[in-house]
């Protein structure tokens, strides 16, 4: 099986391709190949080193040929403009997402008009896609049966990106499904210009020793999912089969992957809970009014029932999404300043 991600070396990307490479299967067959593709390759990527994997580096456009030159089975969709920059610039937000997948569709679309196998599509939507439209608000608890009306361009980039997949997979040109992700959290590495970046930097920033801003009101609810579920989330809707059945995708409609509720205050409460008051006092609140309109515009509470239909379940709770950043990433950790007993939880 020859499977490609777009977006090979992003944080998720990266993070996708290493569970695959860890599994060496996928939908009960060998993987064969791993194509990662990206605009940019870190010259230290660990993952090249592995000899199942072929790097395709550049715009995706201008790259397809090669991609497609020969049969990829599953493609994983996950090279995007994020949200605040495709409100900072739209004509990049409609290029970098919009025109992208079309492409990608359309050269998908040609394999298996050229008599190769039919492409097993997954697409990386987002939360982003609802909104709250003052003739229609949002409902308390939002399921994949609410009418997504998004608030951003990059939601309704990525709305009108699902509505693509759907009528490719509709007219039998490919296989697509869509995975709408919760905003993940906690994300190592760099800050990126996603405006609900900041969820993961008042908790990743504080314990590298760093100082961190708080751009929201405590009192904002948001839906989180950790790495891990995240990508357990992407893997599980790309290996699902067609039908009713226990996990199985019924229908047509995207899921939902499943959704932790919890405050900013929550978020930060924890913090202090688990690594002590030096390491939550780091974090300052600084009022953005353009980011918590963004960020306030999603849904904090989800129906996960399409989720748990295929054996998906949210994070505990955010102290256990901590925990497990700590633990994945103890190269992170500034740990000089930390409670001498107790630090990182029980």
């Known amino acids: 099986m020859r499977i490609v991600i777009t977006g090979g070396f992003g944080f998720l990307g990266r993070q996708v391709a290493d569970a695959l490479l860890k599994r060496r299967t996928l939908c009960g067959?060998?993987?064969?190949?791993?194509?990662?593709?990206?605009?940019?390759?870190?010259?230290d990527a660990a993952l090249t080193a592995d000899p199942l994997v072929d790097v395709v580096q550049g715009d995706l456009t201008e790259r397809l040929d090669e991609i497609f030159a020969r049969p990829v089975d599953v493609l994983i969709h996950l090279a995007s403009a994020v949200s605040a920059e495709c409100e900072a610039d739209f004509d990049l937000g409609m290029s970098a997402n919009l025109d992208t997948t079309r492409a990608l569709l359309d050269a998908a679309r040609a394999q298996g008009a050229a008599g190769g196998p039919l492409p097993r599509l997954v697409f990386s939507s987002s939360v982003a896609v609802y909104g709250s439209d003052p003739a229609l608000p949002l409902p308390p608890v939002v399921s994949e049966a609410t009418l997504p009306t998004p608030l951003s361009s990059y939601g309704t980039q990525k709305r009108v990106c699902e509505q693509l997949v759907a009528e490719y997979t509709r007219r039998g040109f490919v296989d697509g499904r869509v995975a709408r992700l919760m905003t993940v959290a906690v994300r190592p590495g760099k800050p990126n210009a996603a405006a609900s970046g900041f969820l993961s930097g008042i908790i990743r920033e504080p314990l590298a020793g760093l100082p961190a801003t708080c751009p929201v009101s405590p009192d904002l609810r948001v839906a989180l999912a950790s790495p891990r579920r995240t990508v357990e989330g992407i893997l599980r809707v790309a290996e699902a089969g067609r039908?009713?059945?226990?996990?199985?995708?019924?229908?047509?409609?995207?899921?939902?992957?499943?959704?932790?509720?919890?405050?900013?205050?929550?978020?930060?409460?924890?913090?202090?809970?688990?690594?002590?008051?030096?390491?939550?006092?780091?974090?300052?609140?600084?009022?953005?009014?353009?980011?918590?309109?963004?960020?306030?515009?999603?849904?904090?509470?989800?129906?996960?029932?399409?989720?748990?239909?295929?054996?998906?379940?949210?994070?505990?709770?955010?102290?256990?999404?901590?925990?497990?950043?700590?633990?994945?990433?103890?190269e992170a950790i500034a740990s000089a300043d930390l409670p001498a007993a107790g630090a990182f939880g029980p």
């Open 29 to 43: 067959a060998p993987l064969t190949r791993l194509v990662l593709a990206d605009r940019f390759v870190p010259a």
């Open 243 to 330: 039908g009713s059945g226990p996990g199985e995708l019924a229908g047509a409609l995207p899921v939902n992957l499943p959704a932790l509720t919890v405050t900013v205050a929550e978020m930060l409460g924890t913090l202090r809970r688990v690594a002590g008051d030096a390491v939550a006092d780091r974090v300052t609140l600084t009022p953005d009014a353009a980011v918590e309109a963004i960020v306030g515009s999603w849904p904090a509470a989800f129906d996960n029932a399409r989720a748990t239909a295929l054996g998906l379940l949210p994070d505990e709770s955010f102290e256990a999404v901590v925990l497990a950043y700590i633990e994945d990433h103890p």
